[in-house]
């Protein structure tokens, strides 16, 4: 299988090219618009035909490179049922499969951080591997506090739904800020701070009183990803 | 088997920790001093116990956290035969095998970017990988112009010992400036642009030509490296 990890630097967005058949058919999954150019540099120099770009969610803090990719590559936009952004070709409610040449992943509804958030399980990889997005970050969480956002929603979708995967299924979060590049559900379960021995009350709690400022791009970037990144 | 690749945006360097036996007992390869907590919080997340930390050469660009590694997890650390290093506790030669409680890794003597660089082939993970250093970088290639580097040497270590690894070999670099994180042995000698089409005298003309500042932290992180990080 090829696997491929990208970070974009300015906003610290981790992004997911991955392959597995003869047809040499790839996914990617939250591609950011400022680094097109690398991904489709890596699909040419990997032999690969991009077939689907999965955006996780409306993201408030980049600008969304499904539109561009979909123009250049002809590849389907892919999105969880719930999303807004009107420029999805197609759209996945919880439990669908999406299979893409050996590429497997399916669709887990995963509110929290915003109300149409999903995440994507890759199978049959063993370990198997999670792309969750924001609702569950390395040691951290996906703030709630806009776009739909819900600490309640947030901790019902990680501790009933993520955190029912295989222990050793591996996190690959939308964003680390800290210079990891994966977790699993098992150290996340063990380790991660917002949510190890607490409940969803103090869970609640920790989320109510972040007092994070807006993201620099909200503005910009909400209304962009709406219209899959064609500003 | 357990691996894990950490950035430092600071110095953009990759960092890798690595574990496979019952045993856990885990490898760390170029290792930076800043990020150190992170390196134990991994370790102890993940229920390890660190036993060997190596650099595959001298770095000019960040401090190493060997010293402060060796000092809190009594680690062995490895460096090749030719460094100046004097606190390395462990020196391996060309061909040289390192046994890690299932993982397995082969030192190659690959000098050009510094007259001492080792790189490590991780073994028998199918596909293996290989831990370059700063002599073959991910659509590009380690400058060659201090500390003995040499652009012929740079050459060879990479046409006559890297690019006979098999093609799908991943390669995972000590850099990235663009948001790389692997590659591959056969995606290099294809894609390279320093490389791919060109021969000996030319890729040393474009080396010799690259009118680079030094690194900015050069005259505070070499001293520091050869005493282990220990300033």
Known sequence: ???????????????????????????????VREQLEHYLAAV?????????????????????????LRDRTGCVTLMGEFTKAECVSMSVREGERIDIDGVQLKALYT???????????????????????????????????????DPHKSWDSIVNTLFRL???????????????TAS???????HNPRLAGKDEAAYVDIMRNLNLA??????????????????
Chains 1, 2 share one sequence.
């Not at 909400?222 to 219209?227: E, I, K, M, Q």
Request: proline content about 6%; hydrophobic content about 40%; glycine content about 8%.
């Open 1 to 31: 299988m090829i696997f491929r990890q990208f970070f974009d630097a300015e906003s610290s967005t981790y992004t997911y090219l991955m392959a597995s058949g003869q047809g040499r058919e790839a996914v990617i999954i939250d591609p």
């Open 166 to 180: 295989p222990d050793d299924t591996l996190v690959y979060p939308a964003h680390d800020y800290k210079g990891w």
């Open 214 to 231: 807006n993201p620099k791009l909200m503005d910009v970037a909400v209304p962009a990803n709406l219209a899959c990144g064609k500003t």
């Open 44 to 68: 040419t120099a990997l032999e690969l035909k991009l077939v689907k770009a999965i955006d996780t969610h409306t993201h408030a803090d980049h600008i969304t490179a499904l539109g561009a």
């Open 184 to 190: 699993s559900i098992g150290e996340e379960k063990r």
């Open 111 to 149: 509110p929290g951080h915003t109300d149409e958030s999903f995440s994507f399980v890759l199978r049959p990889e063993r370990p198997a591997a999670v792309f969750t997005g924001d609702v569950l970050l390395i040691r951290g969480t996906g703030r709630t506090d806009f776009q739909g956002g």
